[in-house]
């Protein structure tokens, strides 16, 4: 079943919790490694402003791309196999939620090099996180960023002459990312293993959800991600 825009409900309902999940990812990747594991944009102008500063964050900055673009790389191979796009986006989220799932494990146990190898593992999981997002081709949800979220809210209102399509839809994820956000900045604070574990959750509930057989409870999710 799909909206009258054209998305599949429960994809909506699952790129929504994977934001969350990605505001939790990136604050406590910031807080706590210093760089952004899945938001490249200010990944790259932190280490503008470290190469400036000679400060050593620079290293974890290309470690974090070159894993990102790893992830996409096997993400795009992996939603380009003979599957329906709900079932090619619940698989890799049901992987990505795994590989996150193992970072707090790796991050509970405190390997030798631990913040380089969660930074590692977090990065290549936001490169096939942002692939299955990319896949679901919902209007400004391709990236689980705020600006074009926020850009479509001023952009298609009635003041700007538009009919304020997807209005519920941009307004979720925007409220999704700041949540998941403060989520992993107070739960990071007092475990960091904790905090990546509850994003693992969030992203398998996400992937789950995609593969659930239809059913009548899930019927309400059309009308809910309509406008």
């Given at each position: 079943?799909?909206?009258?825009?054209?998305?599949?409900?429960?994809?909506?309902?699952?790129?929504?919790?994977?934001?969350?999940?990605?505001?939790?990812?990136?604050?406590?990747?910031?807080?706590?490694?210093?760089?952004?594991?899945?938001?490249?944009?200010?990944?790259?102008?932190?280490?503008?402003?470290?190469?400036?500063?000679?400060?050593?964050?620079?290293?974890?900055?290309?470690?974090?791309?070159?894993?990102?673009?790893?992830?996409?790389?096997?993400?795009?191979?992996?939603?380009?196999?003979?599957?329906?796009?709900?079932?090619?986006?619940?698989?890799?989220?049901?992987?990505?939620?795994?590989?996150?799932?193992?970072?707090?494990?790796?991050?509970?146990?405190?390997?030798?090099?631990?913040?380089?190898?969660?930074?590692?593992?977090?990065?290549?999981?936001?490169?096939?996180?942002?692939?299955?997002?990319?896949?679901?081709?919902?209007?400004?949800?391709?990236l689980p960023a705020a600006t074009m979220l926020l850009h479509g809210l001023a952009h298609n209102s009635t003041f700007a002459g538009g009919t304020n399509?997807?209005?519920?839809?941009?307004?979720?994820?925007?409220?999704?990312?700041?949540?998941?956000?403060?989520?992993?900045?107070?739960?990071?604070?007092?475990?960091?293993?904790?905090?990546?574990?509850?994003?693992?959750?969030?992203?398998?509930?996400?992937?789950?959800?995609?593969?659930?057989?239809?059913?009548?409870?899930?019927?309400?999710?059309?009308?809910?991600?309509?406008?």
């Amino acid at each position: 079943m799909s909206t009258r825009a054209g998305h599949d409900p429960r994809l909506v309902i699952s790129i929504i919790l994977v934001t969350m999940a990605m505001g939790m990812l990136d604050a406590i990747s910031l807080l706590h490694l210093k760089i952004f594991a899945g938001y490249m944009t200010a990944t790259v102008l932190l280490m503008a402003v470290h190469i400036a500063t000679s400060e050593s964050v620079v290293l974890s900055g290309f470690e974090a791309i070159g894993l990102y673009l790893l992830g996409a790389l096997t993400g795009g191979r992996l939603v380009r196999r003979d599957r329906t796009v709900r079932l090619a986006v619940g698989d890799v989220l049901l992987v990505v939620g795994t590989i996150v799932g193992l970072t707090a494990l790796e991050w509970a146990a405190q390997p030798p090099g631990c913040t380089y190898i969660t930074l590692g593992l977090l990065a290549f999981a936001m490169g096939l996180q942002t692939s299955a997002t990319r896949h679901a081709k919902v209007a400004d949800m391709s990236l689980p960023a705020a600006t074009m979220l926020l850009h479509g809210l001023a952009h298609n209102s009635t003041f700007a002459g538009g009919t304020n399509p997807g209005t519920w839809r941009r307004l979720a994820a925007i409220s999704s990312l700041f949540v998941g956000a403060v989520i992993g900045t107070l739960t990071s604070s007092h475990s960091i293993s904790l905090a990546i574990a509850i994003a693992a959750g969030t992203i398998l509930t996400a992937g789950a959800l995609l593969h659930v057989r239809e059913h009548k409870l899930l019927a309400h999710l059309d009308r809910i991600t309509v406008h």
